[in-house]
């Protein structure tokens, strides 16, 4: 290597290392990076880990993409595609809209319907035939018609949660959100505190609390072993999923602010929390 190249390269280097650095510094994480799926696993129910059956999670236009162009129908091919690291305590942001027609052979409730699974169980410890990963679901849901449909709701496969000092015991709860109909883009957000508290968050307004996220009740299937559902257990963290359940949808941006940093300190908490409520949300 000649000494040019050699000072270019190490240049680069440098370069490359402030720029990671600032991307660590400032917390974000964009898990989606509108390139590849790289950093993401994918389980499809009846097939193996990192089988994409009909190439149902893909890249187009910049956008994560769950298609279903490739099916003939959908004979309960639950699908989740999973970002590998796991979290703890973060403001998860989500774009996302709803497309198309529903796939043949989906279940009536499916039909514009989706969801962002939180303190979920990783990918590779699902069964080939699981449905759904121990998780507390987001439900993201697009308007019907006619009628009133409420998006980021809670449902709960294998979990259970308090509120108002109750536990929650109801498999899906509806939240307090407007009702967005149509191909439109929608903005929501997910603030996880681990253990403690969690809020779903849509166009700035808050639409449902909830605390001390727990392993229990139903609502899994092909579990590959039971123990992995141990009931009462708090969730502190988990995976974060986003799923594949007969409606074509579409993500244009999955980034995360990590907050685990600040956990332990209450004024460093809100102090950052108070930052991220007054940015700017570009459309």
Known sequence: MTK?????????????????????????YQLFN???????????????????????FRVKDGKLTVS??????????????????????YLLVMEYRFVGDQVKGGPG?????????LHGQPAASM??????????????????????RTTANLCTPGTQVMMNNKLITAHCI??????????????????????????????????????????GGGNVSGLLDSTQKKDGQLLSEGSISLQSESHPVEFRKVELFDLAPYLKDRKKLEKKLAELRRRKQPR
């Open 174 to 215: 509806e939240s307090t959100s407007k009702t967005y109909r149509g191909d439109i883009w929608v903005h929501a957000e997910a603030l996880v505190l681990g253990d403690s508290i969690i809020k779903h968050i849509v166009e700035k307004d808050t639409v449902i609390v909830y605390e001390k996220p727990q392993v």
């Open 34 to 56: 509108g390139k590849d799926l790289k950093d993401w696993d994918i389980k499809i129910r009846g097939y193996d880990l990192n089988d994409n059956f009909g190439n149902t």
């Open 127 to 148: 069964g080939k035939d699981q449905d759904f990963p121990i998780s507390l679901e987001m439900q993201l849901l697009g308007g019907l018609a006619t009628g009133n």
């Open 109 to 117: 409730w499916a039909f514009r319907n989706s969801g962002a699974m």
């Open 68 to 89: 279903y162009d490739q099916y003939s129908t959908f004979d309960e091919k639950f699908g989740h595609i999973f970002y590998k690291k796991k979290f703890s305590a």
């Open 4 to 28: 040019m190249k050699f000072l270019i390269s190490v240049g680069l280097t440098l370069i490359s290392g402030i720029i990671n650095a600032q991307q660590s510094k400032n917390g974000w």
